[in-house]
């Protein structure tokens, strides 16, 4: 089944480290691959997304690239800052419908 | 234009009793989904509508759960009979179609004593 598989955390950083957050799926076909985020207190929104191989998205400094040679969504962003500080969700949909499959979210925690 | 809402924001019921939780989707969205997201824990995928298709109902924990979407708009989740391990932030979601980003409603706190 179509599943997604991203790293545990909670990642805690400084502010203006580096971050990297993994994500790796299963699909069949050619899924479209998105990060949602979840701010304390607050409802999921989309982050970023990317439906076909190589795209990139990006959104507010953060970036993922499509990789399907790996299967691959990584979520990165050069310099973090406090109000980063969320839970991120990497998710899919199949190419042929919308059921889209979160992956178990990551706590991000970045302090001054 | 508004987003999607859901109702109640929070509830809290006696174990034993029925609850039901109601979601507003995003006028012209064709796609609705459930979630439950337990204290720390990911996004548990529960039932999902896609227009008059019948609904993938692969994810609802057991047979106390139900849910409806009635007229292709507003649904409705149903959770009988609630036990303690119910409890959760029961999260509702809209899409506007096939491959297309879901749109969260703040979603409905359930508390169960």
């Known amino acids: 089944g179509n599943s997604v598989t991203q790293m545990e955390g909670p990642v805690t950083l400084s502010e203006e480290a580096f971050l990297t957050i993994n994500c790796t799926y299963t699909?069949?076909?050619?899924?479209?691959l998105f990060w949602y985020v979840q701010y304390p207190g607050e409802g999921l929104q989309l982050l970023l997304k990317?439906?076909?191989?190589?795209d990139k998205g990006s959104n507010k400094g953060f970036e993922a690239t499509y990789r399907k040679e790996t299967t691959s969504f990584h979520l990165e962003k050069g310099s973090v800052q406090v109000s980063d500080s969320a839970v991120y969700f990497c998710a899919l949909t199949p190419y042929n419908n919308n059921d889209m499959r979160f992956g178990a979210g990551t706590r991000l925690t970045v302090k001054p | 234009g508004a987003g999607v809402s859901q109702s109640p924001s929070n509830k809290v019921t006696e174990k034993g009793k029925d609850v039901e939780l109601r979601c507003d989707p995003i006028s012209g969205h064709t796609a609705l989904y459930w979630y439950r997201q337990s204290l720390g824990q990911g996004l548990e995928f529960l039932i999902y509508f896609q227009g008059n298709s019948a609904p993938d109902k692969s994810g609802l924990p057991s047979d106390r759960f139900s849910a409806e979407r009635t007229g292709g708009s507003v649904s409705t989740l149903t959770i009988q009979r609630t036990q303690q391990e119910d409890s959760a932030v029961y999260l509702c979601?809209?899409?506007?179609?096939?491959?297309?980003?879901?749109?969260f409603g703040p979603g409905t706190r359930l508390t169960v004593l």
């Open positions: 990317a439906t076909k191989a190589d």
């Open positions: 699909a069949t076909g050619y899924p479209s």
């Open positions: 979601a809209s899409s506007p179609g096939l491959v297309n980003e879901q749109f």
